[in-house]
Each structure stands twice: as structure tokens, then as C-alpha cells.
């Protein structure tokens, strides 16, 4: 079992950054994928990034490649995502989520899921 708490959400204009960050609990913790996904208002819930156990392998959307960046901390059970260039189109609920595979993290619904933090872009 996997708790996550996400934080670091927050209103900010576009073009700028904020880093979310994602803490979970649980022994088996670096055992997982972690993944970020949001949903807009209205919006079906969409995939953003994803990242494996290890740390050594990541994958996007392609809507945020080149300005987002995920990363882990095992040691400290802990993903972050660092989102730059914001744009009003990244409005949304984030959601940090676990899973056992990241590269299908996109396709198959992950097991574990935080609650969410908001972030507003501002135009």
C-alpha cells in the first residue's frame, strides 16, 4: 500500500514556474513508478509524465516536453515535478500517482492515486 500527498500548486502567470511535489509513504515505496497526471476543468484526466523506480527512465506528454521536468528521490520518498514556461492551457488539478510499470503509466490506470493540488496559470 502507497499514500501520496501532493503539494506545491498554487496560482502563477504565464511563463512562469512552480514544482510540485509528491510524498508518499509506505516501505515499498521505491518499488513503484511514479506519475503525474491533471485534469482541467471539464476535461478528462490526461497523462503528463512518468518515472521509473530507479529514476533512470522518464517519459512525457508531448504537450509538456521541454518545459516540465519529473525526478525522485528514493531515499526521501519523493517525485517532484518542476514545471517552467507555464502556459494558461496547464490550468488544472494535478495528481501524483503510483504504479508498477512507467512506461505504460499513459495507457493502464495506475494503482495508487494522491489527492491532488490545484495550479492556475494566469494569462
Known amino acids: 500500500q502507497v499514500q501520496l500527498v501532493e503539494s506545491g500548486g498554487g496560482l502563477v502567470q504565464a511563463g512562469g514556474s512552480l514544482r510540485l511535489s509528491c510524498a508518499a509513504s509506505?516501505?515499498?515505496?521505491?518499488?513503484?513508478?511514479v506519475g503525474w497526471f491533471r485534469q482541467a476543468p471539464g476535461k478528462e484526466r490526461e497523462f503528463v509524465a512518468a518515472i521509473s523506480w530507479s529514476g533512470g527512465n522518464t517519459y512525457y506528454a508531448d504537450s509538456v516536453k521541454g518545459r516540465f521536468t519529473i525526478s525522485r528521490v528514493n531515499t526521501n520518498n519523493a517525485v517532484y515535478l518542476q514545471m517552467n514556461s507555464l502556459k494558461p492551457e496547464d490550468t488544472a488539478v494535478y495528481y501524483c500517482?503510483?504504479?508498477?510499470?512507467?512506461?505504460?503509466?499513459?495507457?493502464?490506470?495506475?494503482?495508487?492515486w494522491g489527492q491532488g493540488t490545484q495550479v492556475t496559470v494566469s494569462s
Open positions: 500517482a503510483a504504479s508498477t510499470t512507467a512506461r505504460t503509466m499513459n495507457i493502464i490506470p495506475p494503482l495508487y
Open positions: 509506505g516501505r515499498t515505496f521505491s518499488r513503484y513508478a
